[in-house]
């Protein structure tokens, strides 16, 4: 047995019934019919009860079944023919035009446990990363190196989809492709690294930096990557590396106050390596392809919707870093590529500017 | 060269071996706090609804160094697997992000506070109202300063009241450490970590009911009583300032 939940004012919208089945072949009632009218719909049928003041205020809304549904309504019926009416007027529901993206906004330091902290708001999409450092040995093949573990979480309270006990299929996805990003951009040291990772080096094979890098969305609403990947490189550009010294023991013990005024005969390893250089930072955007249009920055439902999304991932100079176009129906023509990547463009330039400011308002303080 | 938080085992996060000396302070008579709260002072509270658009209900809540998500979904469709219920259900989760710790940690789900938060919430929530159906209330503790739970507890049913979801008053929690001979309210991480004994108190301010009481440690009976007060009036200051966060929210959706 199946059942089909249907939402009250939808289905009486449309529920009708013209007695079609009370008649044989020849047009003559089977039985006797009831005294009472048939039921008609509001929706379609002769009598339309056109409701005024939910109308949707779209021109040529005339002919169409829209117009005599209730907006939530035909919304939530018909998803897709929703959009598009919006789409033909170059606004989304949002009230954006469709190259927007959402008010975006960064606060670093939002951890006060964590080395390295930023919270990330791209709309009502909010990630918050954090940066812990801790010790390890570098392997044979490179002594001189720490190392960067990215994590990606999407914990039960971001969205209803997510369960406890069943992580969200999103989660190791975005995590592979936020760890590709970051750190594939951190091995072309000779072209525009992000972070060498010679400078979390402490003890030439002996001991050296792992940064763990955990990033929890706190509310999902689309374009999550975007916002993951800004919190990232937020979270990087805020890092305190702790002063160390190395014990008798061969282990790294964090200095105290004290023990730096004095001046004793414990010396610090990374005196000069309090921050890390951030040669250049990726910025992505991520956009929706639907038929010839471009829109930028999707919420959830625009993106539950339109499923062909491509991500542009550029660095701070304009080179291009990564791109994704994870499938989707809809096939991409270059052309629809290179307006990605020219939003993208101008994209860099406005997130540049929000860390930049970011930045400037932790050094006031 | 990313390495997988899995194969990260061997790793260490530094110490200042300075640190391990201090706990010998708090058994001394006269000492101050870390924060130079007085010893009945609570931290200073804030609370936000409406921080995570997605959910039905969410609060945020900030006591010093301890920050909290709280979220509330539903009342939606049960478990397939469960059986018919007259009543609704409550379904509740806590855990803690990998940062959350002073050494990091798994972030994964506490157990014991999400058996705790359940049975702190339930008294208080009129199940009747939504049968069959379950509420969600899903917390996450973004980082650890001591007092965790009380704190999870106090904002949880800020969510639930956010949602809508109908209860006989808003549940407030606070707790009380016992070091030595003093009483510390709301105790900060440190603290706790060298307590003697703690009482942590949830009920509803408004009927004068405690939902959940728990006892754990070494306290004796006139500081029991005295702990229980303590904690009853502070639950009843921070149900004001509850109320004032939801009255503020109320009247901005209204403008």
Request: glycine share 6%.
């Amino acid at each position: 047995m199946f059942f089909r939940i249907v939402h009250a004012p939808i289905f009486l919208c449309f529920f009708a019934s013209d007695r079609r089945h009370m008649k044989d072949p020849t047009g003559n009632w089977i039985a006797e019919p009831p005294s009472y009218e048939p039921i008609v719909a509001e929706g379609e049928g002769a009598f339309l009860r056109i409701k005024k003041q939910k109308r949707m205020g779209l021109p040529n809304a005339s002919e169409d079944l829209s117009s005599e549904m209730e907006v939530d309504a035909f919304r939530r019926l018909f998803p897709l023919r929703y959009f598009e009416r919006h789409l033909t007027e170059s606004i989304r529901p949002d009230a954006r035009p469709l190259r927007k993206a959402r008010d975006t906004t960064i606060a670093l330091g939002a951890v006060a446990s964590a080395d390295g902290s930023a919270l990330a708001k791209i709309g009502s999409t909010t990630m918050l990363a954090a940066i812990k450092m801790e010790v390890m040995t570098p392997s044979l093949e490179s002594p001189d190196e720490g190392c960067i573990a990215i994590d990606f979480h999407m914990p039960p309270i971001c969205s209803p989809i997510v369960r406890p006990g069943r992580p969200a299929e999103a989660a190791p996805v975005l995590s592979k492709q936020l760890s590709d990003t970051i750190t594939r951009h951190v091995n072309f040291v000779l072209h525009s690294g992000m972070i060498n990772l010679k400078e979390l080096s402490l003890v030439s094979g002996k001991a050296a930096w792992m940064a763990y890098l955990d990033i929890y969305c706190l509310d999902a609403d689309g374009a999550l990557f975007d916002a993951a990947l800004l919190s990232a490189v937020a979270a990087f550009s805020h890092l305190q590396i702790p002063v160390v010294s190395l014990d008798y023991d061969g282990k790294i013990v964090i200095m105290s106050e004290e023990q730096k005024e004095e001046n004793s005969e414990t010396k610090p390893v990374n005196k000069e390596k309090r921050k890390l250089t951030l040669s250049t930072i990726p910025f992505s955007l991520t956009c929706i392809l639907h038929k010839s249009y471009i829109l930028a920055d999707p919420t959830a439902e625009e993106e539950s919707i339109m499923e062909t999304l491509v991500t542009v991932v550029l660095d701070s100079s304009g080179q291009l870093v990564s791109l994704y176009k994870p499938g989707g129906s809809v096939l991409v023509y270059t052309s629809a590529v290179q307006d990605c990547v020219a939003l993208t463009r101008q994209r860099v330039k406005e997130l540049q500017n929000i860390l930049d400011d970011a930045i400037s308002g932790m050094e006031i303080d | 060269m990313a390495a997988k938080p899995g194969t990260a085992s061997t790793t260490y996060s530094p110490v200042d071996p300075t640190h391990k000396t201090k706990p010998s302070i708090f058994t001394d008579s006269d000492w101050v706090r870390p924060d130079s709260r007085g010893f009945h002072q609570c931290r200073p509270a804030f609370f936000r609804t409406g921080a995570v658009n997605s959910a039905s209900g969410s609060a945020y809540a900030e006591f010093g160094n301890t920050k909290v998500i709280v979220s509330v979904f539903g009342p939606r469709e049960s478990k397939k697997a469960m059986m018919y219920s007259d009543i609704g259900r409550l379904n509740c989760n806590v855990s803690y992000t990998t940062f959350a710790t002073p050494v990091r940690g798994q972030g994964s789900d506490n157990k014991e506070y999400s058996s705790m938060l359940h049975k702190a919430l339930e008294g208080a929530i009129i199940l009747e109202s939504f049968p069959k159906t379950t509420v969600d209330v899903f917390a996450l503790v973004l980082e650890s300063g001591g007092s965790d739970l009380p704190v999870v507890i106090s904002c949880a049913s800020l969510a639930l009241a956010d949602a809508g979801i109908m209860m006989y008053d808003l549940v407030t929690s606070v707790s009380v450490s016992c070091l030595g001979k003093n009483l510390l309210i709301d105790p900060i991480l440190e603290e706790e970590s060298c307590q003697d004994g703690s009482l942590m108190i949830a009920c509803m301010p408004s009927r004068y009911e405690v939902t959940q009481l728990t006892v754990t440690g070494e306290l004796s009976a006139p500081n029991l009583s005295e702990a229980m007060q303590l904690c009853l009036d502070a639950c009843a200051k921070l149900a004001q300032i509850m109320r004032s966060c939801l009255k503020e929210a109320a009247s901005a959706a209204e403008e």
